[in-house]
């Protein structure tokens, strides 16, 4: 399972140059790309960048799931937008079900599941 982490707009180095990243996505401790969870847009997370993840789920509930890969843990919320593929809602994903989660929002205060894919999908 892999990370990908998508911007839309410009990323900043430390020298303050602005990194290629405005429209590509990149891949995040040698994470691939994870398919099937569609593209831009949903979520209302006020910011942050799209992150696309497979994983463990660690945790979850009708409000958040959290899921564990490659040494990353990462909690988005579950709103009445969140999109289920494979489930029809939280209460079909179980503790140690593999997953796929696009999330927009990481990075920022209020990460939020825009789909999930149960069981995970490989592309």
């Known amino acids: 399972m892999g990370l990908l982490v998508s911007s839309g707009s ?51 509930s009708g409000s958040s799931i959290t899921l564990s890969a490659g040494g990353h843990t990462v909690t988005a919320a579950i709103n009445s937008s969140t999109k289920f593929g494979g489930v029809h809602n939280a209460s079909g994903i179980k503790v140690g079900n593999r997953v796929q989660v696009r999330i927009s929002g990481y990075g920022s205060s209020h990460p939020v599941a825009v789909s999930i894919q149960d069981p995970a999908t490989t592309p």
């Open 10 to 60: 410009p990323s900043s180095t430390a020298s303050g140059t602005q990194s290629p990243a405005a429209t590509a996505s990149q891949p995040v401790n040698g994470g691939g790309a994870v398919g099937g969870l569609g593209g831009g847009g949903g979520g209302s997370a006020g910011g942050g960048l799209n992150l696309f993840m497979g994983g463990q789920v660690t945790a979850i």
